[in-house]
């Protein structure tokens, strides 16, 4: 079973570029690969993005959840869910 559905990878193709100065990947497979060996998450939703990094110790204190979702780490899929890349 796949680890990301072709939403996530093609968010990520469509988006790398917000967070890595040059691709990464070029196609559904490789960006596969990537995500997975980068260890990245899928969220299913903002709750469980703000859990993501709250476990991972940053602080969010005083952050809203705009500013949360627009961190250069976090990929909207379109559908609720968040991808989160560790850049």
């Given at each position: 079973?796949?680890?990301?559905?072709?939403?996530?990878?093609?968010?990520?193709?469509?988006?790398?570029?917000?967070?890595?100065?040059?691709?990464?990947?070029?196609?559904?497979?490789?960006?596969?690969?990537?995500?997975?060996?980068?260890?990245?998450?899928?969220?299913?939703?903002?709750?469980?993005?703000?859990?993501?990094?709250?476990?991972?110790?940053?602080?969010?204190?005083?952050?809203?959840?705009?500013?949360?979702?627009?961190a250069d780490?976090?990929?909207?899929?379109?559908?609720?869910?968040?991808?989160?890349?560790?850049?």
């Amino acid at each position: 079973m796949r680890e990301f559905d072709d939403e996530v990878l093609q968010c990520f193709l469509e988006n790398q570029l917000k967070l890595f100065p040059e691709k990464v990947a070029e196609t559904l497979e490789e960006a596969e690969e990537f995500l997975e060996d980068n260890l990245a998450v899928v969220a299913e939703s903002v709750e469980d993005v703000i859990a993501y990094f709250e476990e991972a110790g940053v602080d969010l204190e005083g952050a809203r959840d705009e500013e949360i979702l627009s961190a250069d780490e976090v990929f909207d899929v379109g559908d609720g869910r968040y991808l989160i890349v560790e850049g």
